[in-house]
C-alpha cells in the first residue's frame, strides 16, 4: 500500500500565504502525475493543480497566478500566495501510477484544512 499525508494548513488571513506538503509512505510508486485537490462545504472535490513526472503543470483558472506546484521528491507541494476567503478547502493529495498493474494506482491523502479569514 502507498499511504499519503498532507501538513501545511492553518488559519491564515487573506492575502496571506501557506505551503502544503505530502509525505509518502509504503510500496514503491511512480508517480506519472501528482496533484492537489480541494473540497469546500458543500461542494464537490475539485481540481487545484497537477504535475506530470515530465515537468507538465495544469491549474485550475481560480488560482492561477497565486498557486504554484513542484516536486518535492516524489510527491507534490503546493505554494499558495494571495490567499482568499474562497480558497477555504480541505486540500488533498494525490498520485496516480497510471502504468501500475494489474490496475492504474491512485492514491490520496486524508487532507489538510485551509481556512481563510477576510
Known amino acids: 500500500q502507498v499511504q499519503l499525508v498532507e501538513s501545511g494548513g492553518g488559519l491564515v488571513q487573506a492575502g496571506g500565504s501557506l505551503r502544503l506538503s505530502c509525505a509518502a509512505s509504503?510500496?514503491?510508486?511512480?508517480?506519472?502525475?501528482m496533484g492537489w485537490y480541494r473540497q469546500a462545504p458543500g461542494k464537490q472535490r475539485e481540481l487545484v493543480a497537477t504535475l506530470t513526472s515530465s515537468g507538465i503543470t495544469n491549474y485550475a483558472d481560480a488560482v492561477k497566478g497565486r498557486f504554484t506546484i513542484s516536486r518535492d521528491r516524489n510527491t507534490p507541494t503546493l505554494q499558495m500566495n494571495s490567499l482568499k476567503p474562497e480558497d477555504t478547502a480541505l486540500y488533498y493529495c494525490n498520485i496516480k501510477d497510471i502504468w501500475k498493474t494489474p490496475r492504474p494506482g491512485d492514491y490520496w491523502g486524508q487532507g489538510t484544512q485551509v481556512t481563510v479569514s477576510s
Open positions: 509504503g510500496s514503491i510508486f511512480r508517480a506519472d502525475v
